[in-house]
Structures are given as structure tokens and as C-alpha cells.
């Protein structure tokens, strides 16, 4: 998988390059390149943003380098990601979709945000993708491009040590995760459940999933199936 993340700060995205991502782009797995937009301004200032027609106030980024950098990184295969309060809520289905993908681009959004014809331009051309991390407002897009490309890149067969350890996690079965435990069996007077001592398997699956059913009714009664 190829992914390229357009932002103006590009320094945002430093972090890619350490743990998991780092490691597959060394095993050819994935090649991340992340781009300044101010490469595609042509003014002395690098200008990529301007007052909102109708006014109001902040400003709007301007179309022109968002149209140059997406004509020069984009292809036919391109998944255009705009990370935006106003997108479709991101979630573990919508990863695992999109780590099939060859090719993913974000366009790491500031100020009061895009111009809405940079929007109109992707869907006309490639598969475009707003997409939100939940009911909440960020400063601009790039912790959600980081946050959804962990989320991706960790799915892409090949990536992850052992891919057994993605089985069981929460929302793989529509579930949150079951409590879990380790050494030492006792701490400050806490003991780890019983069950999980005995060395029966059934029992064990079995508690595993009535506390993951147990604690998804608690608290994401929307998963409730
Ligand atoms: C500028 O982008 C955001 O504020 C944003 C992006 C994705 N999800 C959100 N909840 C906010």
C-alpha cells in the first residue's frame, strides 16, 4: 500500500515514521509520503488561504494548490480521505475496507476548512472518503489522518506480528474486548477470576465472551446486536 498525506504541517506526521509503520515500510509493506501543500503555491508568501466568501469568520483554504497537489500525487486507484467533523463516523469495517486499498491520499485539512469545489473536483475524479473520528472538533486534520492510518495499516496482511492478536480485539466481532489479566495472580488484595486459573478453554471462551457482551450493554448499547 502507497499512502500520501498533504498537509502544511508536515512535521504533524513525524510519528509515522516510528513503531508499526516504520517497520513495514522497511519490509516494502507500505511507502508513506507525506507532502508541505505549500509546494504547489507560486506567490512569495506560499499563500494557501483566504477570506470565506459571505463572510464570516477564519479562512478558507484556497483551491488552487489542493487542485495542483491532487493532480500530481493521484491515480486512478487513489481513495481520497478528508478527514472533517462532517464526514461519515470512521470504524473498525471502514479500516479493514480501506487496508485492501493500493493507494489512500489524505488532504489534511486547517482553518475554517477546504474549499467545497476541491471536494466537488475528488469526487468527480477519483473515490472520495470525508470522514469524521467522532462528534468532536480538531484543529485540523491530521491527528485523524495519523489516527485512521494506524487503524488501516495494522490490517494489511503481513503487517502485524501475529496476526492472531487482531481476532479478538474489540469491534472484530462487533464487540468490545473482554477484561484482561497477567502476572501476578494477586495484586493489592485484587485476584485475577478464577476461571482464568483453571486451564479450561471452554470456560475461559466462554467468560471472555459473556464479559465482552456484558461490557458492550454497559457502554456502546448502539453495538447491541
Ligand atoms: C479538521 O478536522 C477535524 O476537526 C476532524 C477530523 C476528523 N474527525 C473529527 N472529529 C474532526
Not at 52 to 81: F, K
Not at 187 to 201: I, M, N, Q, T
Given at each position: 500500500m502507497r499512502i500520501d498525506i498533504i498537509t502544511?504541517?508536515?512535521?504533524?506526521?513525524?510519528?509515522?515514521?516510528?513503531s508499526l509503520p516504520g517497520r513495514a515500510r522497511e519490509r516494502g509493506l507500505l511507502d508513506i509520503q507525506v507532502h508541505d501543500l505549500r509546494e504547489w503555491t507560486h506567490d512569495r508568501h506560499r499563500t494557501v488561504d483566504d477570506t470565506p466568501y459571505g463572510g464570516g469568520a477564519g479562512m478558507v483554504m484556497r483551491p488552487e494548490p489542493w487542485g495542483e497537489a491532487l493532480d500530481s500525487v493521484c491515480t486512478e486507484e487513489s481513495v481520497v480521505i478528508v478527514p472533517t467533523p462532517s464526514g461519515e463516523v470512521f470504524d473498525q469495517g471502514r479500516a479493514a475496507a480501506l487496508s485492501a486499498e493500493r493507494h489512500l491520499v489524505f488532504c489534511c485539512g486547517r482553518y475554517e476548512?477546504?474549499?467545497q469545489r476541491v471536494i466537488d473536483e475528488i469526487a468527480d475524479r477519483w473515490r472520495l472518503a470525508e470522514l469524521s473520528l467522532g462528534d468532536f472538533v480538531l484543529n485540523g486534520g491530521e491527528v485523524a489522518a495519523l489516527a485512521i492510518t494506524e487503524a488501516v495499516v495494522?490490517?494489511?496482511?503481513?503487517?502485524?506480528?501475529?496476526?492472531?492478536?487482531?481476532?479478538?480485539?474489540?469491534?472484530?466481532?462487533?464487540l468490545l474486548e473482554y477484561p484482561v489479566y497477567t502476572k501476578p495472580a494477586s495484586w493489592r488484595g485484587r485476584d485475577v477470576p478464577e476461571v482464568l486459573l483453571s486451564g479450561h478453554h471452554g470456560n475461559v471462551a466462554r467468560w471472555r465472551h459473556e464479559q465482552a457482551v456484558e461490557r458492550t450493554r454497559a457502554r456502546r448499547p448502539d453495538l447491541e446486536r
Amino acid at each position: 500500500m502507497r499512502i500520501d498525506i498533504i498537509t502544511i504541517f508536515p512535521e504533524y506526521l513525524d510519528p509515522l515514521a516510528l513503531s508499526l509503520p516504520g517497520r513495514a515500510r522497511e519490509r516494502g509493506l507500505l511507502d508513506i509520503q507525506v507532502h508541505d501543500l505549500r509546494e504547489w503555491t507560486h506567490d512569495r508568501h506560499r499563500t494557501v488561504d483566504d477570506t470565506p466568501y459571505g463572510g464570516g469568520a477564519g479562512m478558507v483554504m484556497r483551491p488552487e494548490p489542493w487542485g495542483e497537489a491532487l493532480d500530481s500525487v493521484c491515480t486512478e486507484e487513489s481513495v481520497v480521505i478528508v478527514p472533517t467533523p462532517s464526514g461519515e463516523v470512521f470504524d473498525q469495517g471502514r479500516a479493514a475496507a480501506l487496508s485492501a486499498e493500493r493507494h489512500l491520499v489524505f488532504c489534511c485539512g486547517r482553518y475554517e476548512g477546504i474549499d467545497q469545489r476541491v471536494i466537488d473536483e475528488i469526487a468527480d475524479r477519483w473515490r472520495l472518503a470525508e470522514l469524521s473520528l467522532g462528534d468532536f472538533v480538531l484543529n485540523g486534520g491530521e491527528v485523524a489522518a495519523l489516527a485512521i492510518t494506524e487503524a488501516v495499516v495494522r490490517l494489511i496482511p503481513g503487517f502485524m506480528g501475529n496476526p492472531d492478536s487482531l481476532v479478538e480485539e474489540s469491534h472484530a466481532d462487533g464487540l468490545l474486548e473482554y477484561p484482561v489479566y497477567t502476572k501476578p495472580a494477586s495484586w493489592r488484595g485484587r485476584d485475577v477470576p478464577e476461571v482464568l486459573l483453571s486451564g479450561h478453554h471452554g470456560n475461559v471462551a466462554r467468560w471472555r465472551h459473556e464479559q465482552a457482551v456484558e461490557r458492550t450493554r454497559a457502554r456502546r448499547p448502539d453495538l447491541e446486536r
